[in-house]
């Protein structure tokens, strides 16, 4: 017979995790293709507690626990989960070609996966249509996952975008390849001759340095600059963070958020659909577009970094998918993530994971779609935060109406936030739940964070600014430039 706990006994908290939005694939491992538009608790596939990384791509998602396992779901028509075959997979399911070879890293690209071995080896698998595998000579596909030859150095983070990737190695060098960015960069660059790791297959050289840049699009102003594109790296400059060092940044596809060394968060780029969680500042003007039988797009003639005052002092816990994040407030930081260098990549920009701050790495940036992995927030985690483009529920608070402010996800008001991560139209979060209420004691309920108040009170003037109703996107641009997840479209950038 069990023991019955005594009164001053409280039962142990458990770690889950959830997952919400666009699930046309089965990206969210919940065993159908149903969008989700409240946080729903995944079944066990592995210890909860030991999830490490959460990633998500244009329709598929990954997870790495603490003991080097990859677990993979959703759409895989090109092989991107590396399981050796191209049917879609409902559930997590552990890469077995990986086993006995520990995982550090993955980052997810539109239709393809990066992932970084715990040596400091890449390997690639899915579409290689752009050379976005790092494979010059490779086939169109690979279902199984390969290492990238070239990458002779250890490598120690990777990032992925729409259709090109990253890498940073232990001695601080970037690499580029893939050529995602080469159409955007011929037609806004008439006559220039791009740097070749813009039109590379192999991985490539970018620089060396070891401040913040940014290059790529420049269409909704993400770079913070006046240009069209940017051909080459551009530096941020300190006095856009307020002097500033900035010490996180995170990506959507045409927005970023950004984390200085005093926990004040910046964004800036897009707005249209609340990305930004915050009212566009005077300085940022922005006219309406007539492009052929297209919706009228808003478009920024200058964005500069502002800050987002109600995620001051978020506990680095941040993720962006392609226009709607997440974050962690509260909590007591992470807990193994010193302040550090961070590897960036954009056009479809998955937001990227830390690097260790020992390293000399290069700081890098370029807005775009990635659903990207951030490092575990504190023993007593926070309260998850959303905003942003919400047509799939990816904000979880059970409509599809955009959220223009950073507000809590109510269904997880209960629970811790530890880690979060998001595809471009999908949200996952682990959180720790509450631990079971000693007898003598009702259940203790977890209010909203006090710090997110002052934009959060703005949500519904901003809502009535905006056209009621769900948002559609409509886009006219060829097959090269348009891309369909169930009903999410990459717009060329």
């Given at each position: 017979m069990e023991r019955e706990p005594r009164a001053s006994?409280?039962?142990?908290?458990?770690?889950?995790?959830?997952?919400?939005?666009?699930?046309?694939?089965?990206?969210?491992?919940?065993?159908?293709?149903?969008?989700?538009?409240?946080?729903?608790?995944?079944?066990?596939?592995?210890?909860?507690?030991?999830?490490?990384?959460?990633?998500?791509?244009?329709?598929?998602?990954?997870?790495?626990?603490?003991?080097?396992?990859?677990?993979?779901?959703?759409?895989?028509?090109?092989?991107?989960?590396?399981?050796?075959?191209?049917?879609?997979?409902?559930?997590?399911?552990?890469?077995?070609?990986?086993?006995?070879?520990?995982?550090?890293?993955?980052a997810c690209g539109w239709?393809?996966?990066?992932?970084?071995?715990?040596?400091?080896?890449?390997?690639?698998?899915?579409?290689?249509?752009?050379?976005?595998?790092?494979?010059?000579?490779?086939?169109?596909?690979c279902v199984v996952p390969q290492a990238?030859?070239?990458?002779?150095?250890?490598?120690?983070?990777?990032?992925?975008?729409?259709?090109?990737?990253?890498?940073?190695?232990?001695?601080?060098?970037?690499?580029?390849?893939?050529?995602?960015?080469?159409?955007?960069?011929?037609?806004?660059?008439?006559?220039?001759?791009?740097?070749?790791?813009?039109?590379?297959?192999?991985?490539?050289?970018?620089?060396?340095?070891?401040?913040?840049y940014v290059w790529g699009s420049n269409k909704h102003g993400q770079l913070a600059s006046q240009a069209a594109f940017l051909p080459v790296p551009q530096k941020i400059e300190a006095h856009c963070f307020q002097h500033e060092k900035v010490t996180a940044v995170w990506s959507g596809w045409t927005h970023l958020v950004a984390q200085t060394e005093t926990g004040k968060v910046f964004?800036?780029?897009?707005?249209?659909?609340?990305?930004?969680?915050r009212k566009l500042e005077s300085h940022e003007n922005w006219r309406l577009d007539m492009q052929g039988l297209s919706l009228p797009c808003p478009r920024p003639q200058k964005s500069t970094p502002s800050p987002?005052?109600?995620?001051?002092?978020?506990?680095?816990?941040?993720?962006?998918?392609?226009?709607?994040?997440?974050?962690?407030?509260?909590?007591?930081?992470?807990?193994?993530?010193p302040s550090s260098c961070v590897l960036l990549v954009g056009q479809l920009c998955l937001p990227p994971t830390p690097i260790p701050a020992d390293r000399q790495l290069v700081p890098l940036t370029r807005a775009g779609h990635d659903a990207h992995t951030r490092c575990r927030a504190g023993p007593k985690g926070g309260a998850c935060y959303s905003w942003g483009w919400n047509e799939h529920g990816m904000c979880g608070d059970g409509t599809e109406a955009n959220v223009w402010a950073p507000k809590p996800v109510q269904s997880l008001r209960l629970s811790s936030g530890l880690l979060v991560g998001c595809g471009a139209g999908h949200s996952l979060a682990l959180c720790q739940l509450p631990a079971?209420?000693?007898?003598?004691?009702?259940?203790?309920?977890?209010?909203?964070?006090?710090?997110?108040t002052e934009d959060a009170k703005s949500?519904?003037?901003?809502?009535?600014?905006?056209?009621?109703?769900?948002?559609?996107?409509?886009?006219?641009?060829?097959?090269?430039?348009?891309?369909?997840?169930?009903?999410l479209v990459t717009e060329p950038l």
């Open positions: 006994e409280a039962g142990p908290a458990a770690a889950a995790l959830f997952a919400w939005g666009a699930n046309s694939y089965g990206q969210l491992g919940l065993g159908h293709k149903e969008d989700v538009l409240l946080p729903q608790q995944l079944n066990d596939f592995c210890k909860p507690g030991c999830v490490r990384r959460i990633t998500g791509g244009g329709g598929h998602s990954a997870v790495v626990t603490d003991g080097g396992s990859l677990f993979v779901c959703g759409l895989n028509k090109d092989g991107q989960l590396g399981l050796g075959h191209t049917e879609d997979v409902l559930y997590f399911t552990p890469c077995r070609s990986l086993l006995g070879c520990p995982i550090q890293q993955v239709d393809f996966t990066i992932i970084l071995t715990g040596n400091g080896q890449v390997l690639s698998c899915g579409s290689n249509s752009f050379g976005q595998l790092g494979v010059p000579h490779g086939p169109r596909r990238i030859e070239p990458l002779r150095e250890k490598v120690v983070s990777i990032a992925a975008g729409l259709r090109h990737a990253l890498a940073a190695t232990a001695s601080g060098i970037v690499f580029q390849w893939g050529t995602g960015l080469a159409s955007s960069g011929r037609r806004l660059c008439p006559g220039e001759t791009l740097p070749l790791f813009l039109t590379a297959k192999e991985p490539s050289r970018v620089t060396d340095a070891g401040e913040l964004t800036w780029g897009r707005a249209d659909y609340g990305q930004l969680g987002l005052h109600c995620l001051t002092g978020a506990t680095e816990v941040v993720s962006c998918g392609s226009e709607h994040n997440l974050a962690v407030i509260g909590g007591e930081g992470p807990a193994s993530c079971l209420p000693a007898l003598d004691q009702g259940p203790k309920v977890t209010g909203p964070s006090p710090d997110a949500q519904e003037a901003m809502d009535k600014e905006k056209l009621e109703g769900k948002t559609t996107r409509i886009s006219t641009q060829s097959q090269s430039d348009t891309c369909r997840n169930g009903g």
